[in-house]
């Protein structure tokens, strides 16, 4: 139903900025919230940051609050996670998810993206 392709992953240097795409098809787009998670090997998936419907309500994890930001456009069905004062600890596969409520809710397991790399590095 919903289908999410994550692009502009890559390698960056620290303290160096980036942008990620998600560009989501499906009728039902504009009903979703959407997120950002991100995962390392040999560790859980964790959350990055969500974002409502209607681009209201944000929510940031405490490790990238502050530093990135997350957007959407629902007239271009994409959502954008901007990463600026890039770290080594924010090295990982970032994943597209797209929810089943207007809010983010972990009651329904979400749609997920295929994952991009993002390695920052000096």
């Known amino acids: 139903q919903v289908q999410l392709v994550e692009s502009g992953g890559g390698l960056v240097q620290a303290g160096g900025s980036l942008r990620l795409s998600c560009a989501a098809s499906g009728r039902t787009f504009g009903t979703y919230a959407m997120g950002w998670f991100r995962q390392v090997p040999g560790k859980e998936r964790e959350i990055v940051a969500t974002?409502?419907?209607?681009?209201?309500?944000?929510y940031y994890s405490d490790s990238v609050k502050g530093r990135f930001a997350i957007f959407r456009n629902n007239v271009k069905n994409m959502v954008y996670l901007h990463m600026n004062s890039l770290k080594a600890d924010d090295t990982a596969v970032y994943y597209c998810?797209?929810?089943?409520?207007?809010?983010?809710?972990?009651?329904?397991?979400?749609?997920w993206g295929q994952g991009t790399q993002v390695t920052v590095s000096s």
């Open positions: 998810a797209a929810g089943h409520k207007s809010y983010w809710s972990v009651e329904q397991e979400p749609y």
């Open positions: 974002i409502s419907w209607s681009g209201g309500t944000t």
